[in-house]
């Protein structure tokens, strides 16, 4: 089985028949004809104007004591890699606060990989490419920080221990030698109400996670 059969064994696209219906209830049509494309950067950059420079100013490439307090802090990574076609995947990676992530030194982290569902995309992906790409998220907090380098994985090591969970050392880990980091404003999660518990969805026709397997 080809990657890209794994990943999308329906191979759904919009069109006519299609499930996906476009105004009104049609079907949105195949062609692209009516589409507006932006194909080249100055395109890009005179629809969305360029970043403020401080913003720019704050890329770095060494970890901080304001990066280190978010890193210790943080339950929730997640973790974007592609394939040497491009192919890309992005999965979360959880675990209580101060074990998430283990502080190599200040160019150089650790993330602990647990039993899961042995699917491993990500992994297959840095096997083959290892630039990845890492954003570290804390519930109630709408800013995020980002971490941007080059990943190998490592199947024991002396701080192996250091990522332990209730007894229990990793499988492997992700080391990451950091070539950026920056805070990502609050934006996202301010307009998606993400901590909003009284705006959270609570659709019953939404199936649950063991409906959609079984």
Known sequence: ????????????????????????GAPYPRTVDSWTEITDLADLIDLVGEPHPALNEKVHATLTE??????????????????????????????????LVHVIDERTIALAERPGNRRVDGYRNLLQNPQIGLNFVIPGRNETVRINGRARLVRDAPWFDAL?????RPLLATVVEIEEIFFH???AFLRGKVWKHEQWERDTEIPEYAKVLY
């Open 66 to 99: 304001q990066d280190l307090v978010w890193l210790a802090a943080s339950p929730l990574c997640f973790v974007g890699t592609s394939d040497a076609e491009g192919r890309q995947d992005v999965s979360p990676k959880g675990d209580p606060s101060g074990q």
């Open 185 to 187: 404003c609050a934006r």
């Open 164 to 168: 332990a969970v209730a007894g229990k």
């Open 1 to 24: 089985m080809s990657p890209s059969t794994r990943r999308n064994p329906r191979n759904v696209a919009p069109g006519e028949g299609s499930r996906f219906p476009g105004p009104a």
